[in-house]
């Protein structure tokens, strides 16, 4: 078992503060609102008022809660949603220079009401 160092230990939270904050930049940020009809179906199953939940205002994933300074409680069950992530892929041309593509993959997500969560220290 490996003993972590406080570098270590320090890198690594920095590594997830920021993951934390990339993912609420996108969640932020979507494009997307096809997932609509799905997180209101799924809140509004669970006993949110429809009128309540309002994605990209207090509909977040899990990470984005984190970045938000709030934590899901244990044993909350969130709405997966189907999105898009845009992975940067270099692609060495027969001349010898790079041509950057940016390519979208499906990526399934699961969001939580702000209801289903805590503020960090409360």
Known sequence: MAILTEQSKKVKSQERQ???QE???????GQTWSNYPAIMNGFSARGIPVDEIRPRENVF????????????????HGVRVLTFRQDVVKDEQEDG???????????????????????VGA
Do not use: C
């Open 97 to 119: 220079t790079e041509k950057i593509k940016v390519k979208s993959r499906p990526w399934y997500a699961t969001v939580f009401h702000i209801s289903q969560t805590e503020k």
């Open 18 to 20: 920021q993951m934390q």
């Open 61 to 76: 994933t899990y990470n984005a809660w984190r970045a938000l300074g709030r934590y899901v409680r244990k044993g909350e």
């Open 23 to 29: 993912a609420l930049a996108r969640a932020q940020d």
